[in-house]
């Protein structure tokens, strides 16, 4: 048997010229499972707090004693209240490999001023992976701890990527509110158990966004550049090509810009036979908002018990 309790849908809105579109209100959003429209449960835009709707179509803040705030924690609230659900959760997953040997210190500088620039109400954490996956600092507000773990991290030994990516998800997964994955590595995967769309399977159902950082050269590791463009786009993140360290700079900060401004809804999915692979489209009502472009993850599968 199937059952979905809540569902978590993060998603940006673009104008024809590729620019961000903000200020749009739940009431301009039509959320379709299956073709069914679903009713929002909490709405919020960018690092704000998210708000429930209320019956009328009005707002108000999401407090620890609604019930959407324990679904939100996993069934049992969080000791944080509401402020488990006010900013994003990142997790960023290092390569460590052999394969990063000479980029190693830039991508180190690269990583930490992206961890410096996080909103305040952002949490980061910070896991390394060659062959195994080590969690060099687990998920905080405090910069100083990120940091610290990420200068511990040393370089050597295979790539077991997608292993280190499954086991960052299944953390990710246990946290609530709202969680993204970060992959910096290279590409190659010479070590991993498990299969790529496997794990981007996993990230799908969860509604984990996958934003991946590659600084391999596209043209010479076709293979793993499609793989990471697949997870990337399936699980409503995106794909970086960065081999110098301006490059990496200036693809976490479209990350960071990306993370800013993207909009979070929640809903209790309605009444669906379908245990398969459930089909989600976000429509914008307006007739202007016809014109945008929604960029989410396309569906997930419900969990089986």
Same mark, same amino acid.
């Not at 370089?155 to 609530?176: C, E, H, I």
């Given at each position: 048997? /199937?059952?979905?309790?809540l569902?978590?849908?993060?998603?940006?809105v673009?104008?024809?010229k590729?620019?961000? $579109?903000n200020? !749009?209100?739940?009431?301009? &959003?039509?959320?379709l499972?299956?073709?069914?429209?679903?009713?929002?449960? =909490? #709405?919020s835009?960018?690092?704000?707090?998210?708000?429930q709707i209320?019956?009328?179509?009005?707002l108000?803040?999401?407090?620890? @004693?609604?019930?959407?705030?324990a679904?939100?924690?996993?069934?049992?609230?969080?000791?944080?209240?509401?402020d488990? #659900?006010?900013? =994003?959760?990142v997790?960023?997953? &290092?390569?460590? @490999? %052999?394969?990063?040997y000479?980029?190693f210190?830039y991508?180190?500088?690269?990583?930490?001023?992206?961890?410096?620039?996080?909103?305040?109400a952002?949490?980061?954490?910070? +896991?390394?992976?060659?062959?195994?996956l080590?969690?060099?600092?687990?998920?905080?507000?405090?910069?100083?701890?990120?940091?610290f773990?990420l200068r511990k /991290?040393?370089?050597?030994?295979?790539t077991? !990527?997608?292993?280190g990516?499954?086991?960052? !998800?299944?953390d990710?997964?246990?946290?609530?509110?709202?969680?993204? $994955? *970060?992959?910096? /590595? %290279?590409?190659?995967d010479?070590? @991993?158990? $498990?299969?790529?769309d496997?794990?981007?399977?996993?990230?799908?159902?969860e509604?984990?966004?996958?934003?991946?950082i /590659?600084?391999?050269?596209?043209s010479?590791?076709?293979?793993?550049? @499609?793989?990471?463009?697949? *997870?990337?786009?399936?699980?409503?993140?995106?794909? +970086?090509?960065?081999?110098?360290?301006?490059k990496?700079?200036?693809? &976490?900060?479209?990350?960071r810009?990306?993370l800013g401004?993207? +909009? =979070?809804?929640? +809903?209790?999915p309605? =009444?669906?036979?379908?245990?398969?692979?459930r089909?989600?489209d *976000?429509q914008?009502?307006?007739?202007?908002?016809?014109?945008y472009?929604?960029r989410?993850?396309?569906?997930y599968?419900p969990?089986?018990?």
């Amino acid at each position: 048997r /199937s059952s979905v309790d809540l569902v978590v849908l993060s998603f940006t809105v673009t104008d024809s010229k590729g620019k961000y $579109v903000n200020g !749009l209100k739940p009431s301009e &959003f039509k959320i379709l499972e299956d073709g069914i429209r679903q009713k929002i449960a =909490t #709405f919020s835009e960018g690092n704000r707090p998210a708000m429930q709707i209320q019956e009328d179509g009005s707002l108000k803040p999401l407090l620890p @004693s609604d019930p959407a705030s324990a679904r939100l924690a996993g069934g049992g609230g969080d000791s944080r209240g509401t402020d488990a #659900f006010v900013g =994003t959760n990142v997790f960023v997953l &290092f390569d460590t @490999s %052999n394969f990063m040997y000479r980029g190693f210190v830039y991508a180190e500088d690269a990583i930490a001023d992206f961890v410096r620039g996080l909103d305040r109400a952002d949490s980061v954490a910070v +896991y390394t992976f060659s062959r195994n996956l080590s969690r060099a600092a687990v998920l905080t507000q405090d910069r100083n701890d990120a940091l610290f773990g990420l200068r511990k /991290s040393v370089a050597g030994d295979d790539t077991a !990527l997608y292993n280190g990516l499954l086991l960052t !998800l299944r953390d990710a997964a246990k946290v609530p509110g709202r969680k993204v $994955v *970060i992959v910096f /590595s %290279n590409g190659p995967d010479n070590a @991993s158990m $498990v299969a790529p769309d496997d794990v981007r399977a996993v990230a799908e159902d969860e509604g984990i966004p996958i934003y991946v950082i /590659s600084t391999n050269d596209v043209s010479k590791d076709p293979i793993s550049s @499609s793989v990471f463009r697949r *997870i990337a786009t399936r699980t409503g993140g995106k794909a +970086y090509w960065a081999k110098t360290w301006q490059k990496q700079v200036e693809a &976490f900060e479209a990350i960071r810009e990306d993370l800013g401004n993207s +909009y =979070t809804v929640t +809903y209790y999915p309605a =009444t669906n036979a379908n245990e398969g692979f459930r089909k989600i489209d *976000i429509q914008i009502v307006s007739d202007t908002g016809k014109k945008y472009r929604v960029r989410s993850r396309p569906g997930y599968r419900p969990r089986t018990n």
